[in-house]
């Protein structure tokens, strides 16, 4: 698929917005973060600029963005349509507990209880972003079980790496928090490669043969195309990857997106707090760096079944 940036800032910034978010939200309601205004102010107002600009991102890959409210009509069976409304509506919780946390210096009683409910609908947002992809069967290296896990590692994990830069930026460092981030990088990196491995070990789903119905007639091949030049099918659905680049920039993912934030955020811990800000941001960017490239490849490396019908063997 062609992997176009508008979709690939979308589904980067809204995650590490969504994520931060929910751990922001959780921790206040469960009073692991202190109610420190400013504090409060900087992260859930990141949070929530990071979701707007995902989330605007997304319409400039629309032919007509000023049409965009009419997809939150189809939510009975489409999974955008489900991901506009709870991104919408994440709003009013998150909206609410923020005023909590920032004009009252509270998060506890009904404000814990808004917390508790933007932790949910935020992590719900991600999933439904993710089912946005895992639930289009003719692109396999989509629709399978590790593409819901991994958005959400992938988020909560920025979202992680930012509420640990912040509370040390406002002197409010906790080991808890880092030991947080560490543990998410972990899971976050073990579920991504459990999904490349995934896609290069799959079996192919469709070919030539069981497309045309021509396989009891022996090898099918593309004799001739039907266009004298590229189409909209080719260039969005047949984009191309040499295998060489990809491993490439697989390695380029995983070392900005997790070997780096998980070796900066172990150095953190043994260095004095001025050193540590200045590390917890470094890893926090490079962690979004990371997911960045990685999001590139997974529309990349993702091919749509349509195109063994332009000379592809398999799918």
């Known amino acids: 698929m062609h992997p176009a940036f508008s979709v690939i800032l979308f589904t980067t910034a ?37 979701v707007v600009t995902g989330l605007l991102s997304s319409t400039f890959h629309l032919g007509h963005p000023e049409r965009a409210w009419r ?5 009975r069976s489409s999974w955008l349509s489900r991901e506009g409304l709870i991104a919408c509506a994440t709003f009013l919780p998150a909206g609410l507990f923020a005023l909590g ?4 210096g509270r998060h506890d009683g009904i404000w814990s209880v808004l917390g508790l409910v933007t932790f949910v609908m935020s992590l719900a947002t991600i999933a439904c972003t993710a089912m946005i992809y895992a639930s289009l069967k003719p692109i396999p290296r989509w629709s399978n079980g590790w593409t819901l896990p991994a958005y959400l590692a992938l988020g909560l994990m920025t979202g992680a790496l930012w509420l640990d830069a912040l509370a040390l930026a406002f002197g409010l460092g906790d080991p ?10 972990l899971a976050a990196a073990a579920v991504k ?21 021509l396989g009891r007639l022996g090898k099918v091949r ?45 150095l953190l811990l043994l260095l004095t707090p001025a050193v ?29 079944a349509v195109t063994l019908y332009y000379g592809s063997s398999e799918v």
């Open 14 to 50: 809204s995650g590490a917005g969504y994520g931060l978010l929910a751990l922001m939200s959780l921790m206040g309601a469960l009073d692991r973060l202190p109610a420190d205004r400013w504090f409060g102010l900087a992260g859930l107002g990141l949070g929530l600029v990071a």
């Open 71 to 75: 997809a939150m009509s189809q939510w």
């Open 101 to 104: 946390w920032v004009l009252l």
């Open 176 to 185: 808890l928090q880092a030991w947080i981030a560490l543990a998410l990088i």
């Open 193 to 213: 490669l459990a999904y490349w491995r995934h896609i290069d070990r799959e079996t192919p789903r469709s070919t030539a043969e069981s497309a045309t119905g």
């Open 222 to 266: 593309l004799l001739e195309a039907p266009h004298s030049s590229e189409n909209y099918l080719m260039r969005e659905m047949g984009f191309r990857i040499a295998r060489k680049h990809a491993t490439k920039l697989r390695r380029i993912a995983a070392l900005l997106a997790f070997v780096l934030p998980l070796l900066l955020t172990l």
């Open 276 to 304: 540590g800000v200045a590390l917890a941001f470094l890893a926090a960017l490079s962690a979004m760096a990371g997911v960045l490239v990685e999001r590139w490849l997974f529309f990349a490396q993702a091919r749509h």
